[in-house]
């Protein structure tokens, strides 16, 4: 079967190659349809992080997918065409405290594995196989929409924890911030107006369909960072600099999420003495927050069925064929998700 993979931590590696199906007795076996493309997967090609299987020197790449289930074992709650989608994190085998409830997302170990990103193949194939617990089952009414379930479960996650901390309070979030209007920002964005949130979202380019999909969902669209007091802000560029104006932006008891990844691209000094200072006087939070586990998935599945349906398509900005699939992975301009597309059917 045709498959992408590459040699983690090697620049330039990816390939398009003929590999052996997965075997795996009592898992499920998926026909790929689809796999989104992310910052992540740019990273691995990139060659800045990533690792292959043990024993290997090659990782199928792909975290967020799309697929058709071909097999079930019985008794698996699956059934042949279902649709699936696949997840990401996997327990370490210790397991920690978190990884033995589920929790896998807030692993404490570090031990977990990645399927696409850290040991663990992933999902850029014309098959692939999961065990029944790391599936999950997608309406087909989305049609391709449903690949957006990987990068929404995110989300999904970093609210649910903005509202475990919010209720600490009496008063509820009224105004919220998303920095960066990416597809990680505009699905923070879905999720904040879902909850009746005035929200904000802010990104540097005025051009290209994100102002209009923000404006979309009924939400305000800023290319100069607001000057206002947010209740929640979600992170979602990675960005230092914008990292810095997120956490200063944030009122009196305000809570700020960090979902996003800079590295060294973006080094920028901050003040820890202001930053102290701000969060002890008055009772500002920030904390980051990074993948996601069932509850967080099956979460995302409401949301974007809730959502309406011609918004969630607009997210989809290129189809790419199979056999252009290096395109995929070209970054353009007014890109917000690009999908490889393995199967129309
Ligand atoms: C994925 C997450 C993953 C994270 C870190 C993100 O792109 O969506 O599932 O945990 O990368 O590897």
């Excluded at 024993?55 to 059934?79: D, K, N, Q, T, Y």
């Excluded at 040991?119 to 014309?126: H, I, S, Y």
Aim: glycine letters at 10%; hydrophobic letters at 45%.
């Amino acid at each position: 079967m045709r498959a992408i993979t590459l040699q983690p931590r090697s620049a330039g590696s990816l390939r398009l190659e003929d590999i052996p199906e997965p075997a795996g007795a009592g898992s499920l076996r998926v026909r790929g349809l689809a796999v989104g493309v992310c910052g992540t997967d740019r990273e691995l090609i990139e060659g800045e992080h990533g690792e292959a299987p043990a024993g290997r020197s090659r990782l199928v790449i792909g975290h967020e997918s799309l697929g058709r289930v071909l097999e079930a074992p019985a008794g698996s709650g699956f059934s042949p065409g279902d649709m699936v989608v696949g997840v990401v994190r996997h327990p370490d085998p210790v397991p920690c405290a978190s990884c033995a409830l589920g929790e896998w997302d807030m692993c404490r170990n570090g031990l977990y594995t990645e399927r696409g990103i850290k040991q663990a193949d992933g999902f850029c194939a014309e098959v692939w196989t999961t065990a029944p617990g790391f599936a999950v089952r997608v309406s087909g009414s989305l049609g391709l929409a449903a690949v957006l379930l990987e990068p929404a479960s995110v989300l999904a996650k970093a609210w649910a924890h903005v509202d475990s901390i919010a209720a600490r309070t009496a008063w509820r979030p009224r105004r919220a911030l998303v920095t960066g209007a990416g597809p990680v920002g505009l699905l923070a964005a879905l999720l904040g107006t879902q909850r009746g949130l005035e929200v904000h979202v802010y990104d540097r380019h005025d051009a290209g369909p994100k102002p209009r999909l923000v404006r979309a969902l009924g939400a305000r669209y800023h290319t100069e960072f607001p000057s206002l007091e947010f209740d929640v802000a979600l992170e979602c560029t990675g960005a230092a600099k914008v990292v810095r104006d997120a956490v200063l932006s944030a009122a009196p008891g305000g809570i700020v999420c960090l979902t996003g990844l800079g590295g060294v691209k973006h080094r920028a000094t901050f003040d820890a003495a202001t930053l102290n200072d701000a969060l002890v006087m008055e009772n500002r939070v920030v904390f980051g927050s990074v993948n996601a586990n069932l509850r967080h998935y099956r979460a995302a599945a409401e949301a974007l069925a809730a959502a309406d349906r011609a918004w969630l398509d607009g997210l989809i900005t290129r189809k790419v064929p199979l056999a252009r699939w290096r395109e995929a992975y070209e970054k353009r301009p007014d890109d917000v998700k690009a999908v490889l597309v393995f199967d129309e059917s």
